[in-house]
């Protein structure tokens, strides 16, 4: 049963990460950049080349002392956030510029408190826990009402939910309902598509303003059909039945601790980015883990998957 394990838990993630590059591949709306033409191609498999190491080095490493770096990790990443904050790139205090490379720290915080909750719990036991979420909580509740109270966020949330979505002419005019705007023309799109075509004249008649497909999972779904959400659900659902599988088979409240956590930080932005193609939840520009992309979270999501192999390998499963 490891090997099974081991092999659903690789496939399953190259499959969301090939299917990430060839959609970057094909898009015809990036032109050429820093790295020249299909830079964003480019951009995207050096982050997976990082993340196939990153996966390596918690396998390698064991889960005992892969465990014994939540500390430092926990440590790094609060000073990626207080450099965040006087950052000059305009990201809401969410990102670290490191001369080319734009690290996002939000996307680091969930791999990053699954595994210091679960060195804390390993340490210290479930007491400790109890008043580290309190803590936690309080902490986290500052970055947490900055992001909700963005002027962009809140814009585009109350024209989705007042019920009259803003016309293309508002949308030129106001770059928060352009988003709101573009949600919609994509959800409409997708629903008038075919299963193994684009909806073409569809998204030539009512052209997306700007780039702001960059991170919407619905702009591959239009590339390619319907089969490409359908094909990414395929590989997160074997990705959540690794990690359903590990939790149910070992004993260790530590290991389950980075499960439950690391594996809200893969599957909330899968499911969050579904929901906004199919019109369900108003546009947050979330990110799908690997698909369509995101460096950093690209890496993470590497990363947390070799943690898991490690627990398996630890564990025997």
Same mark, same amino acid.
């Given at each position: 049963?490891?090997?099974?394990?081991?092999?659903?838990?690789?496939?399953?993630?190259?499959l969301l990460a090939a299917m990430g590059l060839v959609f970057l591949w094909c898009c015809p709306e990036w032109h050429s950049g820093m790295l020249g033409e299909h830079w964003?191609?480019? !951009?995207?498999?050096?982050?997976?080349?990082?993340?196939?190491?990153?996966?390596?080095?918690?396998?390698?490493?064991?889960?005992?002392?892969?465990?014994?770096?939540?500390?430092?990790?926990?440590? +790094?990443?609060?000073?990626?956030?207080?450099?965040?904050?006087?950052?000059?790139?305009?990201?809401?205090?969410?990102?670290?510029?490191?001369?080319? %490379?734009?690290?996002?720290?939000?996307?680091?915080?969930?791999?990053? @408190?699954?595994?210091?909750?679960?060195? %804390?719990?390993?340490?210290?036991?479930? !007491?400790?826990?109890?008043? @580290?979420?309190?803590?936690?909580?309080?902490?986290?509740?500052?970055?947490?009402? !900055? %992001?909700?109270?963005?002027?962009?966020?809140?814009? !585009? +949330?109350?024209?989705?939910?007042?019920?009259?979505?803003?016309?293309?002419?508002?949308?030129?005019?106001?770059?928060?309902?352009?988003?709101?705007?573009?949600?919609?023309? $994509?959800?409409?799109?997708?629903?008038?598509?075919?299963?193994?075509?684009?909806?073409?004249?569809?998204?030539?008649?009512n052209p997306l303003p700007g780039r702001l497909t960059f991170a919407m999972p619905a702009a591959a779904s239009l590339t390619f059909g319907r089969w490409f959400l359908a094909?990414?659900?395929?590989?997160?659902?074997?990705?959540?039945? $690794?990690?359903?599988? +590990?939790?149910?088979?070992?004993?260790? #409240?530590?290991?389950?601790?980075?499960?439950?956590?690391?594996?809200?930080? +893969?599957?909330?932005?899968? %499911?969050?980015?579904?929901?906004? $193609?199919?019109?369900?939840?108003?546009?947050? #520009?979330?990110?799908?883990?690997?698909?369509? #992309?995101?460096?950093t979270l690209a890496l993470m999501t590497w990363i947390t998957i070799g943690s898991i192999a490690a627990i398996v390998e630890d564990d025997h499963v």
């Open positions: 049963m490891k090997k099974t394990v081991l092999c659903v838990l690789v496939s399953s993630v190259a964003r191609f480019k !951009r995207q498999l050096c982050w997976n080349a990082i993340g196939m190491v990153g996966f390596c080095i918690p396998l390698l490493a064991g889960w005992a002392r892969w465990l014994r770096l939540a500390p430092a990790l926990a440590v +790094v990443w609060l000073v990626l956030f207080a450099v965040s904050q006087f950052s000059p790139h305009d990201g809401g205090g969410c990102f670290v510029l490191l001369g080319p %490379i734009r690290l996002d720290v939000f996307a680091m915080l969930p791999f990053t @408190l699954s595994m210091l909750l679960a060195w %804390i719990l390993h340490k210290l036991g479930l !007491r400790a826990i109890r008043m @580290l979420l309190v803590v936690g909580a309080s902490i986290l509740l500052v970055p947490t009402v !900055r %992001i909700a109270t963005n002027a962009n966020r809140v814009s !585009r +949330v109350t024209a989705w939910f007042s019920g009259n979505p803003p016309t293309k002419e508002l949308a030129e005019q106001d770059v928060s309902l352009s988003r709101a705007w573009a949600q919609m023309t $994509c959800v409409k799109a997708v629903e008038a598509s075919h299963w193994f075509s684009a909806n073409e004249a569809y998204l030539k008649e094909l990414t659900g395929v590989g997160f659902a074997a990705l959540m039945w $690794c990690f359903v599988r +590990v939790f149910r088979t070992t004993t260790d #409240y530590a290991k389950r601790m980075f499960l439950v956590v690391a594996g809200l930080g +893969v599957f909330a932005p899968a %499911i969050l980015g579904v929901c906004e $193609c199919f019109g369900v939840t108003p546009m947050l #520009y979330t990110c799908m883990p690997l698909v369509p #992309y995101s460096g």
